[in-house]
């Protein structure tokens, strides 16, 4: 869009990633006039997919297609959409030190048989581990697919709300309850401790919920956002995260969104305390009455409103939002499956090279004082075995996110420090795969300080706001704008820095835009 020409809608959506587009079709069904304008020349965010290399194709900057929630597949129809869900997520190989290998599966059994080759007792407490989970899952999910309710100033309808969670973790029973209320402010090291002996099992248990975070295994509170992380995954989306922003994009026409590319939003425009519209990069400007900011909160609330729409005490709160990146993206085409060493069976699609929770520590040691790990550990999808034509036949595509990577390195990141983080991940991987260097057609290492420019995420951060117990539910991400509101009437954050997080989730966004047509009808 460009020009001077001040068109109307009813909302406009900044960012066009799975969030944004599920607020998006959320208003358009409602019968407003929804406009996403999205900086990049792609429509997707972070989600979108790209060509990295002649014939490669990614699914996506984050690959995890379990972290899609239910609720936003069912209101929205996805499936209808051309959206194919596998029910099981395909298993996860742990490859440690010295070729030691696990193997997570769906089923408790057959991960049980694994675990029992490194130790019987350990394989014995799995089963009681994941009981334990089951339990706390209904109380979770409800805390993750309800927008967060304030006990202080709650309406008729969210005293509601909060009864029904109050009695869900009542049913839990007096000993799970307490026991809940006892390791959500633990450290992994200690919780996980507490259950297992093997170094690779609970380092593999234990690694995906520091994604997201400034923390170690050994931080306290590093078990409330693991919760957060495992207990959030669902049916997993064939084809990653771009196969859902592709189901959410065709939902979002049908519904009548407005979709502009290289449409950067420059300022949001406030008068009397409420929105009245927003300027583009170019110029343009566009009249509304709501904006849904699928973007990053510091951004929405510090970079695009004016000076003096925020009172000094609610400017320095959004301020504090910490949005410290630690996450490198390495893709990587492949002449040839991933195969390890000795490895039988099926071909590997999903890997964790997290060999113990002080491997993972180590690793959050470097990211503390802004270096890359020396070891970097590596989270690995091969999305091509799933969708065969995100390569060419017979060849594959690596989606490794490089844990810990920060946003600010000494002297600044360059192509020469970027290509060695790359090496460092390749090498890594490679003690496991030993055909992996002569396989390898082509690398792309994108850093944080890349993200942060390519995609607008503030501090580069893939999650937009940290995870962490004080920047989640109705704090996330912060006390004022818990609910998806602001401070400015008709601003509302949707992006996956509110409630619940994660970039794949589309609650954020489904959640977000439910908030501002209440506020509407209010």
């Given at each position: ?17 799975i ?5 998006a079709?959320v ?9 996403v304008?999205?900086?990049g ?9 790209e060509?990295?290399?002649?014939g490669?194709?990614?699914v996506g900057v ?7 929630r ?7 129809d ?13 298993p ?7 070729g030691?290998?696990?193997v ?7 991960t ?11 394989a014995?407490?799995?089963g009681?581990?994941?009981r334990?989970?089951d ?8 805390l ?24 869900s973790?009542?049913l ?17 090291f200690d919780w996980?401790g507490?259950?297992f ?7 593999g ?11 170690g295994p050994?931080?306290?509170?590093s078990?409330?956002?693991?919760f957060?992380?495992?207990?959030s995954r669902?049916p997993?989306?064939v ?15 049908s519904?009548?969104v407005?979709?502009c ?18 300027e ?6 566009i009249?509304c ?8 909160p510091r951004r929405?609330?510090?970079?695009l ?7 000094p005490?609610?400017a320095?709160?959004?301020a504090s939002?910490r ?22 069976g099926?071909p ?5 090279t ?9 690793a959050f040691?470097?990211?503390?004082y802004r ?10 999808r091969?999305?091509?075995h799933?969708d065969p034509?995100?390569?060419?036949p ?27 983080l ?11 795969a030993?055909?992996?260097a ?6 792309r290492?994108?850093t944080p300080?890349q ?11 893939l ?6 117990i ?11 704008c818990?609910r ?5 009437a008709?601003l509302?954050?949707?992006?996956s ?6 970039p ?15 506020s509407?009808?209010?």
């Amino acid at each position: 869009m460009s020009g001077s020409a001040r068109e109307r809608f009813d909302c406009v959506v900044i960012g066009s990633g799975i969030n944004g587009l599920a607020a998006a079709t959320v208003l358009a069904r409602a019968e407003r006039r929804v406009l996403v304008c999205e900086a990049g020349e792609r429509l997707g965010g972070t989600a979108a997919a790209e060509e990295f290399h002649p014939g490669y194709r990614t699914v996506g900057v984050h690959h995890d297609a379990a972290l899609l929630r239910p609720i936003v597949t069912r209101a929205l129809d996805l499936e209808h959409h051309g959206l194919s869900l596998r029910p099981n997520p395909a298993p996860t190989v742990l490859a440690g030190e010295g070729g030691a290998r696990l193997v997570l599966h769906a089923d408790v059994d057959r991960t049980r048989e694994g675990i029992a080759a490194h130790s019987k007792a350990d394989a014995e407490r799995y089963g009681a581990w994941r009981r334990s989970l089951d339990r706390y899952r209904p109380l979770v999910e409800r805390l993750l697919d309800a927008a967060p309710s304030d006990p202080f100033d709650a309406s008729p309808s969210e005293w509601g709300a909060l009864a029904r969670t109050g009695l869900s973790l009542r049913l839990l029973g007096s000993r799970d309850m307490t026991e809940l209320l006892r390791i959500l402010p633990m450290s992994l090291f200690d919780w996980l401790g507490e259950w297992f002996q093997t170094d690779l099992l609970a380092a593999g248990l234990g690694a995906s919920g520091l994604e997201g975070t400034w923390m170690g295994p050994r931080s306290a509170g590093s078990v409330f956002t693991w919760f957060a992380h495992e207990l959030s995954r669902g049916p997993e989306a064939v084809g990653g995260p771009a196969a859902v922003a592709r189901a959410l994009l065709s939902a979002a026409r049908s519904a009548g969104v407005f979709l502009c590319t290289d449409a950067e939003v420059r300022r949001v425009e406030v008068d009397g305390g409420a929105v009245r519209g927003v300027e583009l990069a170019d110029g343009a400007n566009i009249a509304c009455e709501a904006v849904a900011a699928a973007c990053g909160p510091r951004r929405a609330l510090l970079d695009l409103l004016p000076p003096t729409a925020l009172s000094p005490e609610e400017a320095d709160a959004a301020a504090s939002i910490r949005c410290r990146a630690g996450i490198a993206k390495l893709d990587v085409a492949l002449a040839g499956p991933l195969e390890l060493a000795g490895a039988d069976g099926p071909p590997v699609e999903r890997l964790c090279t997290a060999e113990s929770l002080d491997t993972l520590e180590r690793a959050f040691d470097a990211l503390k004082y802004r270096r890359p790990a020396e070891r970097p550990w590596l989270d690995v999808r091969v999305p091509s075995h799933a969708d065969p034509s995100l390569a060419p036949p017979g060849h594959h595509v690596l989606s490794i996110l490089v844990h810990n990577a920060p946003a600010e390195v000494e002297g600044g990141w360059d192509e020469a420090r970027r290509a060695e983080l790359a090496t460092r991940a390749l090498d890594g991987l490679g003690v496991h795969a030993p055909t992996l260097a002569e396989r390898v057609v082509a690398t792309r290492c994108t850093t944080p300080d890349q993200l942060a420019r390519r995609h607008r995420l503030d501090g580069g951060h893939l999650h937009q706001a940290e995870r962490s117990i004080d920047q989640a539910l109705f704090l996330r991400p912060d006390a004022d704008c818990g609910r998806y509101a602001t401070p400015v009437a008709g601003l509302f954050l949707c992006g996956s820095g509110s409630h619940p997080g994660g970039p794949a989730s589309g609650a954020c966004g489904l959640l977000g835009a439910r908030a501002l047509l209440a506020s509407r009808q209010g």
